[in-house]
């Protein structure tokens, strides 16, 4: 019997998710609360709709003609969260050679992802921070995980994108992204790191859902300090888009 997940919503085009044009799963259920998050519509594990992952692998073939030079993504809400649902669907679009990748903050231990990132062409991980007491300030998690979770990437050569938001007041500070830019550039299995610039645009949904938004007065950075951003990360040798 195919496992069932809880499916948030399907992107069927995206070019933002990984390389080339994607799929996008996302999963319902998240604990981090992340003060910056533009889906906090996902949060909540007993919203979003039940599906196997049979299911969603049919609604998938139905754009292989669009993603075949890209492939599929999961993301969130947190797909560790459903391991044992992403490993099914991960075999089935292994089965067809569909590239796959999952986005995640990585808030599992490993002995709970493993098996999924052994499945996985990529691992797109939500980094917050590379300090271990500035975590619990963005998110409910320390870095432990995430940073166990790289050190297992970097054992099994498993490739991985890196995706760290520029936010004023918490990681848009030359020390912090110093810190940061110094600690991915240990590990060979990050191919590239995306710095976000941290927008507004979810902020509604917060209002939707009546969840205080403590983000109100903090600006996007401004294109000096993303230009600042990038060059620190170049200073490093890290391979860094925006």
Known sequence: MSRKGK?????????????GIRLVVFLQGCFLECIYCHNPDSWNFKAGKEKTALEVFEKIKEYETYIKNGGITISGGEPFLQPEFCLELLSLCKKEKIHTAIETAASTPVEVSKEVINNLNLLILDLKTAEKNAAKKI??????????????CE???????????????????????????????????????????????????????????SLKEVKPPTDEEINTAIEIFKNHKVNVVV
């Open 7 to 19: 499916i948030h919503s399907i992107e069927t085009f995206s070019t933002v998710d990984g390389p």
């Open 139 to 152: 998110c409910k998690i320390d870095i432990k995980n995430p940073v166990e979770t790289l050190k297992y």
């Open 155 to 213: 054992k099994i050569k498993k490739d991985v994108w890196v995706r760290h938001v520029l936010l004023s007041g918490f990681t848009l500070k030359k020390e912090k992204l110093n810190k940061t830019a110094e600690f991915l550039k240990e590990f060979s299995c990050i191919k590239r790191v995306e710095l976000l610039p941290f927008h507004k645009m979810g902020e509604f949904k917060w209002q939707e859902l009546k969840i205080p938004y």
